[in-house]
């Protein structure tokens, strides 16, 4: 059929949908037909409806049954012989008449109502395949483009111009994107808003961290390492516990690569986050150990039931073992499951005053703060800088310079 009044003049733009196949589009086309046929003969059931998927070229067959004149009961399934030979002198009564029907019968109200309905079914579809299609995909790394930067959250498009969503809160804070970059993240999570597909995708969820490493670690993608699991505190610090299942693979040595050559691409990208590659183990007290590297333990004191540990080590790991601004221990307790108590071995404590000391000069709230980020003695706290503390704690820096005055005053 040639002349279809334009109904099928945007099937191009049809084709150039993004997310459904050709059949899923043609059976839109033909459903929309039939409907326009439905209402003006009241069935469908005797009409053929053909598509050219090709150039979406239409044709439309309507069948009915020839009968003796004035015996027609549905005008819509039988023609009477009278009016079948006007067009077909040959036909007999039983006889099938075929006719086929122009787009320009339904009329040109018909024609732009069906249109519409058309396009709006289509867009429909296409939002439920690009649902469909990240709802499976949750957790996968993606490569974008970045294509708009607000306050709040950045544009990304993907590789067929699909909106994702990569909030503020998803970005590590030394992310620093402008339109046109290339940025990798995970699918982190996909909803419908408004019968729109949202999705949302991340770069501080610890999925991230573990698809950068099966992508540069083959033992990883291969399953001969495992990783069992993955904290973080995106920008500063992650630590990764793997496992193999083979004997003769060091997990931790193929996760670095030589000279750190397989590490240093993860840290790069996420913005030099230092990353504690750690054996994973069932004892839980060599767990704890090496979940707070780089610090040197000298004992551990386990309590199962109630899942926390009390480590024992020299005062100058002490530092280490909570880390920059508490990083460290939290993430090892985070790691382990176990919340994680800092003291100094006991031949050391004599030489330092316990903060608890100081309770009629330091409010108790302050001093309960302090231990609360492993600060129990007065060396403790005085072995870091004042921006430690601000960071590491809840305190003011007027604050902390009291108590440091109150400490100091101890040793003087």
């Not at 023609?79 to 086929?100: R, T």
């Not at 996968?140 to 809160?169: A, R």
């Amino acid at each position: 059929m040639s002349n279809n009044i334009n109904l099928i003049d945007s099937f191009q733009e049809f084709k150039e949908f993004k997310n459904i196949d050709r059949p899923t589009v043609i059976s839109v086309l033909e459903e929309v037909f039939r409907s326009m046929i439905r209402r003006k003969y009241g069935t469908d059931e005797n009409c053929d409806v053909i598509v050219n998927p090709d150039n979406g070229d239409l044709e439309i067959w309507r069948t009915r049954v020839v009968v003796e004149d004035e015996f027609s009961e549905d005008d819509d399934l039988e023609i009477e012989l009278s009016a079948a030979h006007k067009f077909d002198p040959d036909l007999e009564v039983g006889d099938d008449y075929i006719e086929e029907i122009t787009l320009e019968s339904f009329g040109r109200r018909a024609i732009l109502a069906a249109r519409q309905t058309l396009v709006s079914k289509i867009l429909e579809l296409e939002k439920d395949e690009v649902f469909k299609k990240y709802k499976d995909r949750e957790g996968e790394l993606i490569t974008g483009e970045v294509y708009q930067i607000w306050k709040k959250e950045t544009l990304v498009l993907d590789d067929d111009g699909n909106e994702l969503i990569l909030p503020k809160t998803e970005q590590i804070p030394a992310d620093y994107f402008k339109k046109g970059d290339s940025i990798r993240a995970v699918v982190h999570k996909v909803e419908m808003v408004n019968s729109n597909p949202r999705i949302i995708i991340s770069r501080t969820a610890p999925e991230f961290l573990q698809r950068l490493f099966e992508l540069e670690v083959p033992e990883i993608f291969d399953g001969l390492i495992t990783i069992r699991k993955i904290v973080r505190e995106p920008g500063e610090r992650a630590k990764v516990a793997v496992e193999s299942y083979d004997d003769r693979i060091d997990p931790v040595g193929a996760c670095v690569g030589m000279k750190g050559s397989r590490i240093h691409g993860i840290v790069r990208e996420l913005r030099n986050e230092n990353i504690d590659v750690i054996n994973y183990t069932n004892n839980n007290s060599l767990y704890i150990q090496r979940a707070l590297s780089p610090a040197r333990i000298g004992s551990i004191k386990l309590d199962d039931e109630n899942k926390t540990a009390a480590v024992y080590l020299k005062s100058d790991q002490v530092s280490l073992a909570i880390g920059r601004g508490g990083h460290n221990i939290k993430l090892a307790g985070k790691l382990t499951g176990y919340e994680i108590d800092v003291y100094r071995e006991a031949d050391e404590v004599e030489e330092d005053v316990d903060i608890e000391e100081f309770a009629d000069e330091i409010d108790s709230w302050i001093i309960d703060e302090l231990k609360r980020v492993g600060l129990d003695t007065a060396k403790s706290v005085l072995a870091l800088s004042i921006d430690d503390l601000v960071k590491r704690t809840d305190l003011e820096e007027n604050t902390i310079q009291e108590i440091i005055q109150v400490l100091q005053a101890e040793f003087e």
